[in-house]
C-alpha cells in the first residue's frame, strides 16, 4: 500500500486526555481491553471458520502473547486472531465508534464521573495512550490477498499508515511506554496484572520477557561450552499459558466432582479452609449466565465482609463485588459470576441499571434460596451444622430482600437452650401454654446461666441468639408476625416459674425495698419480691427488653451516650423463698445485726449484678472485700 498520513476522526484533540484521566479507573485497564481485543479477534476468526467463510491449516492452534522489555521499554499484545485490512484499520482505529463525539467530548470533559459514560464501546483501544506515548499496530487479514498494514501514533489526532512486514495472520500492538507506564514493562507486575484479568480466558496467554531472554542469549555466548554441555543434559522448558481456558463453571454440574469445588475455590480464593457447600449457577434463558458461589466457613462473627464475588464477562474479569448484579447480601459470600449478556459500559468496570440486570439479581437470589430450601429438606443434619456459620448471612439477607425473606422464612432455625434447632412456627406451637406469643431467647450463654437453668428447671425453653445481628433480626421478625415479641432471658419472670403466693407479708416487703436502696445507695431502684418455685436462688436482676435494645442500638451507631433518653430499666427481684432473704426480714428488728444485715443485702445485689453483667472494676473489688471479710467472721 501507498504510504499514508491523516488525522483520526474526532473533530478534537481533547479525546486522550479524557481517556487518560476520566474513562478508566485504574491504569492497569489497558492491558485488559488490548488483551480482550485480541480474544475478541480470535473469537471472530473461530466462528467465520465454522461459517465455512475462512480456513484454518490443521495444525493451527489458537493463543495470544504478551511480551515485556524494560530495556526498550515496550510492550506488545499478539495474537493470530483474524487481522485487519488497511480499510479495516481505517474504519476500527481511525474513525473512533462512537457517535456525536462533540457532544461527548463537551458532556464529559469537566466530569470525572466513570458511571455518566454509558454505551459507547469503540474507545477500548485507545486506553494504550494511558501509558504509551506511541503506539503501533501490525496486522495482516486472514483475507486472501491482504497486504498487511502498520499504523503508527503518537497519541495525537495524527497517525501514519504504511505497509508492514507482518508475515502471519493477526495483529500486534506494540506500546512505547511513557514515564507513567513503565512499570508495566516489569514481567512480575505485567504477570499479576494478566493473572488478575485472564486467569480464566478461553484462549492460550503467555508471558515472555525479550530483556531477561536477551541476557540469557548474552551469557550463553560469553560461556558457550558450558551453555552447550548443558543444552545436551537438558532440554528447553517448554512456556506454560498463564490462565485456565476451561474453568469449572463452564463445566456441566453434573460433571464435577466435589474435590474439584475445592481445589477450584481455594485456587481462586487463596482460602484452604474448605468451604461449607456452594451453589453451581448454570443457565442459557432467559439469560446466559454460569457461576458457582461459595459459603465459606467463618474464624469468627462477621468474617463474612471479606466475601468476594469476582464478575466475568467472556471469562474476563471485570470486577469484584458489582452490586449492580449481585444483590447486596450475597457480598458475604465468595464466588466467581460470568454473564456476557451483561450490558457494560465503555469502561467494562460499570453496569447499565436496567431491568435486565435485576432479572439477573433476582435469579441469583432465588438460586441461593433453593438452594439452602433443597438442604434444610434434604440434609436437615447438615444445614443444622452450617447454621452456626451461615445463619448472619441469612438474617441479613432476610432483612435486605424482601423476596429472599418469602422464600427462607420458613427454614429459618434457631438453636435451643433444650439442645437440638426449631423453626419459629413449632417453637410457638410447642411453648404457646407456657409463654403464649412470647419468645424468649439467650444472648450470652455463660452469662446468662443461672435463667437458662433456671428455664431448664421449669422445662421452659428459649432460642439462642449469640449474634451482633441478631438486634435486627428479631425487631425485623416482630414486624412481620404480627402478636409475636421476642423477650431476652433476663427481661421478665414467667408465671410458671412462682409460686402462687409470695408468703410474705407487706410488711416485710416495704422493709426489704428500703434495705436494698440503702444498700446499694439507689432510692430509684427497682425492687420487686417474688416467691420462686426455685428457692436457692436470693435475688436477680431484670432489665427492660425496649430499654435495653435502644442502649444497644444507640451504643452500635456511633456509640453515643443516650442513657438519659433510654435509661436502663433495671428491677432487682428478691426471692422471698430462700432462706438468706427469710433471714433478713427475720433480724430486722434486732440491732446487733445492723453491720451483717448491710453485709448480706450489698453482697445478694452484687450476686444478682453477676449473673446479668460483669460488675464495674469499683463494684468488683468491693466484691472482693466483702468476700474476705465474710469468710474471716466464718472463721
Known amino acids: 500500500m501507498k504510504h499514508e498520513s491523516g488525522s483520526i476522526s474526532i473533530n478534537t484533540e481533547n479525546i486522550f486526555p479524557i481517556i487518560k484521566k476520566w474513562l478508566y479507573s485504574e491504569k492497569d485497564i489497558f492491558i485488559r481491553e488490548l488483551v480482550s481485543n485480541s480474544s475478541d479477534a480470535i473469537s471472530k476468526m473461530k466462528k467465520l471458520n465454522a461459517m465455512g467463510e475462512a480456513d484454518l491449516p490443521e495444525d493451527n492452534k489458537f493463543e495470544i502473547k504478551v511480551v515485556v522489555n524494560k530495556n526498550e521499554k515496550t510492550i506488545k499484545v499478539i495474537d493470530n486472531g483474524l487481522g485487519m485490512t488497511d480499510e479495516e484499520v481505517k474504519k476500527y482505529i481511525n474513525q473512533i465508534a462512537f457517535s456525536g463525539a462533540v457532544d461527548f467530548l463537551e458532556k464529559y470533559k469537566d466530569k470525572s464521573d466513570d458511571g455518566q459514560i454509558i454505551g459507547h464501546f469503540g474507545l477500548g ?7 504509551a506515548d506511541r503506539v503501533q499496530i501490525d496486522t495482516l487479514s486472514y483475507q486472501p490477498g491482504a497486504a498487511a498494514v502498520r499504523w503508527i501514533s503518537d497519541g495525537g489526532t495524527e497517525f501514519e499508515m504504511m505497509d508492514s512486514d507482518r508475515t502471519e495472520r493477526g495483529t500486534t500492538v506494540t506500546l512505547y511506554l511513557s514515564e507513567d507506564g513503565i512499570e508495566f514493562a516489569d514481567e512480575y507486575k505485567m504477570r499479576s496484572t494478566l493473572q488478575k484479568y485472564f486467569a480464566f480466558l478461553p484462549y492460550e496467554l503467555y508471558l515472555e520477557d525479550e530483556a531477561k531472554a536477551a541476557e540469557k542469549e548474552e551469557a550463553k555466548s560469553d560461556n558457550k561450552e558450558d551453555a552447550d554441555q548443558k543444552a545436551e543434559k537438558s532440554e528447553p522448558k517448554k512456556p506454560e499459558p498463564l490462565n485456565d481456558t476451561h474453568p469449572l463453571w463452564l463445566k456441566n454440574p453434573r460433571d464435577c466432582t466435589e474435590e474439584e469445588y475445592k481445589q477450584f475455590y481455594t ?18 434463558y432467559p439469560f446466559n449466565l454460569k457461576g458457582i458461589l461459595y459459603f465459606p466457613k467463618l474464624k469468627h462473627e462477621f468474617e463474612t465482609v471479606e466475601g468476594q ?29 460470568d454473564c456476557p449478556d451483561l450490558p457494560l459500559n465503555v469502561s467494562r468496570s460499570f453496569l447499565q441499571n436496567d431491568g435486565y440486570v435485576n432479572k439477573i ?18 440434609e436437615r443434619d447438615n444445614y443444622n451444622k452450617y447454621w452456626d456459620d451461615i445463619n448472619p448471612f441469612v438474617k441479613y439477607g432476610c432483612i435486605r430482600e424482601e423476596k429472599f ?8 432455625i434457631f438453636k435451643s437452650t433444650k439442645g437440638g ?58 414486624s412481620k408476625m404480627s402478636g409475636v415479641r ?45 416467691s420462686l418455685k426455685n428457692e436457692s436462688m436470693p435475688a436477680m436482676i431484670l432489665l427492660s427488653e425496649q430499654s435495653r435494645r435502644m442502649q444497644e442500638m444507640s451504643a452500635m451507631f456511633g456509640g453515643m451516650d443516650m442513657s438519659h433518653m433510654f435509661p436502663k430499666e433495671q428491677t432487682l427481684v428478691l426471692n422471698s423463698s430462700n432462706k438468706l432473704v427469710k433471714a433478713l426480714t427475720d433480724m430486722k428488728t434486732d440491732e446487733t445485726k445492723k453491720d451483717e444485715i448491710k453485709l448480706i ?10 449473673s446479668h453483667q460483669p460488675l464495674e472494676p469499683e463494684a468488683m473489688t468491693k466484691f472482693i472485700e466483702r468476700s474476705n471479710e465474710i469468710l474471716m467472721k466464718l472463721v
Not at 485456587?267 to 442459557?284: G, Q, R, S, T
Not at 437470589?365 to 438452594?371: F, G, I, M, N
Not at 425473606?405 to 429459618?412: C, E, G, M, Q, S
Open 267 to 284: 485456587k481462586v480464593f487463596h482460602d484452604f479452609n474448605e468451604p461449607l457447600f456452594w451453589i453451581h449457577l448454570n443457565m442459557d
Open 309 to 337: 464475588i469476582k464478575l466475568y464477562y467472556n471469562q474476563v474479569f471485570v470486577a469484584d463485588n458489582i452490586k449492580e448484579v449481585i444483590p447486596e447480601f450475597l457480598m458475604l459470600l465468595k464466588g466467581v459470576l
Open 125 to 131: 483501544f485507545y486506553s494504550a495512550f494511558m501509558v
Open 405 to 412: 425473606y418469602d422464600r427462607v422464612k420458613d427454614i429459618i
Open 486 to 530: 421476642f423477650n431476652r432471658i433476663d427481661a421478665d419472670i414467667s408465671d410458671n416459674m412462682k409460686k402462687d403466693n409470695t408468703g410474705i407479708a407487706e410488711a416485710d416487703v416495704a422493709y426489704l425495698e428500703k434495705l436494698f436502696k440503702a444498700a446499694v445507695n439507689d432510692d430509684k431502684l427497682k425492687i420487686q419480691v417474688e
Open 421 to 478: 434447632y426449631t423453626t419459629l412456627k413449632d417453637y410457638l406451637e410447642n411453648n404457646k401454654e407456657k409463654h403464649e406469643n412470647k419468645v424468649f431467647y439467650v444472648s450470652n450463654e455463660k452469662q446468662q446461666a443461672q435463667y437458662i437453668r433456671m428455664f431448664n428447671e421449669n422445662e421452659m425453653e428459649a432460642v439462642i441468639l449469640p449474634t451482633m445481628i441478631d438486634n435486627h433480626f428479631i425487631q425485623f421478625l416482630e
Open 601 to 610: 443485702s450489698e453482697h445478694i445485689y452484687d450476686l444478682a449484678m453477676m
Open 361 to 378: 439479581s433476582t435469579h441469583i437470589t432465588k438460586k441461593v434460596a433453593d438452594k439452602l430450601t433443597s438442604l434444610y429438606e434434604n
